[in-house]
């Protein structure tokens, strides 16, 4: 193990190294560039040994991913805001076809108007692709979630995207333990070395099907999508105990009987950790790691307590008509359950910082009785 | 072989390997389904095929069913070329260099939605090899225009007086322009050609493309037994003529000594029944201008067809 101080990015490069992957196909756009700069500064100096391919678009980007894993390969690809949804069809594709493959998003808002903030509507447009979609709070957790991602997509024969703030973590210089590729091939078994499909036995993939074949297609991938709350715990803590860091899909930490609860995911989280522990707050923060499959028995256990009074939900996104993204899975988490807390939103669309002033300014308005916050207003 | 039969000296020079099964649901006389045969001929077991949205998408069987004896694996339509060299450097990754991938994709899928990708994977010079069959319309959908569609014809989308009032844009010029190893173009009359052009193209490495003439007999407007006329008379008029680029130099493998007008290619076809006497004579200038070009800047190697 070494550690090194590394951006975000850069600590994906690292894990795409370290997890043996054979094709990386390599596109930019703001904030995720440096990617796959890293990555190409990596294959030149021959530490990255797979295939790295410039491609002409995020669309290619993805393709020639899906080619690589019908083939078999370890593919591996990022992308940001109008990249991802320039995806957006083979983002369902890789996903019906049941490709393991890995693909890290550096979260940033969508135009129009151009705007390279760290807004995450981005991949939360991609919620109903039937990808596997983790956020990310802080460098070193992003290195570690990409090689818990490759693993995870080889068994559950479904993708994975690894999202993260960008600019916030994408460029923001942490001190980072890089495992040795001694201990990362403990944990990740080494990619393909033959082709996933024979020349002898040959087969019409993923052509056309009636509404009957559909629909059991797709209730089979209904059930692996369910097994990965279990598959994802398992490997969590086995990975845990060779690198000693641990990510539960849902994070608690705060005082046991808080009565109220922060709820965010990605980098806020850490910033509202901190705001707690400089101010010796009594609330707590539950911070959402895996958004899809959405673990909606953890996020009960945690939030439908009889003692919590309040829940503050802090989105950096926002669904036109209805509200932050996470609040709304977070309500219909709850939804049904009788004696529920009290329910406010702050709000950060559009890639807003998340200061600690904002938050004591948040809490005011909290106890004015607002609902709906716009952290805009409050700056 | 100068005594034999013409028929038997044909049939002679076609392997008798099928990778295609009978029974499939191409319309009667659809001659991308015979040109595709014939390819499937020369490039043989060692390949695999990624197939776009197409006629093919139909043509290659309903799940479970299926018409290749080939793996066969589908992509999104704009991304016939990038599946295709990703899978391609997927198996060079894990040391397989000798399987073909072999990209099957319609006019649509090239020169239109697929365009920027297979400009891309030429520009990489991608171990692929690209194939367009051309039956000048989206045909999958119903025989609406696309930019293959050639100046006069009626379609879905340009129905008479509306006809299409561009001409059909010159893909082998663009595809040239690329640099690329090795481009063709075929049509089913012409079987013999066509199957040495897929035998040599296997030995090549690097970006080859095929473009393939497909009369199609719902699209075109004609009976189904004349496909292959209308394929060979697409030749003879210089509608169509067959030829290689290899890394730049042209041959031309077919050379009439004179073309037929183009008037008699046209006239059969549906598509084209409200083309005037000028729109004909437009058309035959058009095309006297690109072969007499075409022949200067060739080599020519006359080839018997049968
Ligand atoms: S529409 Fe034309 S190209 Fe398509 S299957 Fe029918 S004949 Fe063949």
């Not at chain 1, 690198?243 to 608690?252: G, L, N």
């Not at chain 1, 939804?335 to 809490?363: C, F, H, I, Q, R």
Request: glycine share 8%; proline share 5%.
């Amino acid at each position: 193990m070494e550690q090194k101080i590394i951006t975000g990015n850069q600590a994906v490069a690292h894990a795409v190294r370290l997890s043996k992957t054979q094709v990386v196909s390599a596109y930019p756009i703001t904030p995720q560039t440096t990617v796959m700069e890293t990555l190409a500064e990596m294959w030149a100096a021959g530490e990255y040994t797979g295939e790295y391919v410039n491609v002409e678009s995020e669309y290619t980007a993805l393709s020639y991913c899906i080619g690589a894993a019908y083939a078999g390969a370890r593919a591996f690809t990022a992308s940001s805001a109008h990249g991802l949804a320039y995806m957006h069809e083979l983002i369902h594709w890789a996903a019906g076809a049941r490709l393991p493959l890995v693909m890290t998003n550096a979260n940033r808002a969508m135009g129009a108007p151009w705007c390279i903030e760290s807004d995450q509507l981005d991949s939360l447009s991609q919620r109903d692709t039937g990808w596997i979609q983790f956020y990310c709070a802080n460098v070193q957790e992003i290195l570690d979630t990409v090689i818990l991602a490759f693993r995870l997509a080889e068994e559950v024969h479904t993708p994975v995207m690894v999202c993260y703030d960008g600019f916030y973590l994408s460029h923001t210089y942490e001190a980072v333990n890089i495992p040795s590729p001694e201990v990362i091939s403990q944990f990740l078994p080494n990619p393909r070395t033959q082709a996933l499909f024979d020349l002898q036995t040959p087969t019409n993939h993923h052509g056309l099907v009636g509404s009957e074949a559909m629909s059991q297609l797709m209730q089979v991938r209904f059930k692996a999508m369910a097994r990965v709350f279990d598959r994802y715990n398992l490997l969590n803590t086995q990975y845990a105990g060779i690198t000693r860091r641990s990510y539960p899909a849902v994070e608690y930490s705060g005082p046991e009987n808080a009565k109220t609860l922060f709820v965010t995911a990605g980098g806020m989280a850490q910033t509202i950790k901190s705001f707690f522990s400089s101010t010796e707050r009594e609330e707590a923060l539950v911070r959402i790691k895996m958004f899809r499959p959405f673990p909606m028995e953890d996020i009960r256990r945690y939030l439908a307590q009889s003692h919590v009074e309040r829940i503050i939900l802090v989105d950096r996104n926002v669904c036109m008509g209805v509200g932050g993204i996470f609040a709304q899975e977070v309500r219909a988490a709850l939804a049904g359950l009788s004696g529920l807390p009290e329910m406010v939103e702050l709000n950060l669309a559009g890639g807003l910082d998340l200061t600690p002033e904002l938050l004591s300014k948040a809490l005011l308005a909290v106890q004015e009785g607002e609902k709906m916050i716009w952290a805009v207003n409050l700056l | 072989m100068g005594g034999e039969p013409l028929m038997k000296q044909v049939f002679n020079d076609i392997p008798q390997e099928e990778y295609m099964l009978s029974g499939h649901t191409a319309c009667p006389g659809c001659s991308a389904a015979l040109s595709i045969r014939h390819a499937t001929k020369a490039l043989g077991k060692e390949t695999v095929f990624v197939i776009t949205a197409c006629c093919f998408s139909i043509i290659s069987g309903q799940l479970p069913l299926r018409t290749f004896e080939l793996n066969v694996f589908h992509c999104p339509f704009p991304s016939a070329a990038s599946t295709g060299s990703g899978l391609k450097r997927g198996l060079a990754a894990m040391g397989d260099t000798t399987t073909q991938v072999v990209v099957l994709a319609g006019d649509g899928g090239t020169f239109d939605i697929g365009l920027q990708g297979l400009s891309a994977a030429a520009e990489r010079n991608e171990d692929i090899i690209f194939i367009c069959y051309d039956n000048e319309a989206y045909m999958n959908t119903g025989m609406q225009r696309s930019s293959a569609t050639p100046f006069g014809s009626k379609s879905a989308t340009s129905p008479a007086p509306k006809v299409k009032e561009n001409p059909k844009k010159d893909i082998m010029k663009i595809i040239e322009a690329h640099a690329i190893p090795y481009a063709a173009t075929a049509t089913v009359a012409y079987p013999k050609d066509l199957l040495a052009k897929f035998q040599k193209a296997k030995t090549i490495k690097g970006f080859r493309f095929f473009h393939i003439l497909c009369p199609c007999p719902p699209g075109w407007g004609v009976e189904s037994d004349q496909t292959v006329e209308l394929s060979r008379l697409a030749v003879e008029t210089g509608v169509f003529p067959l030829y290689e680029v290899e890394n730049g130099e042209v041959t031309l493998n077919v050379t009439p000594q004179t073309l037929r007008p183009v008037a008699d290619y046209l006239g059969s076809q549906r598509r084209f029944s409200t083309l005037s006497a000028e729109d004909i004579s437009k058309i035959q200038a058009t095309i006297d201008r690109s072969w007499q070009a075409l022949l200067n800047r060739s080599n020519t190697a006359e080839i018997q067809e049968g």
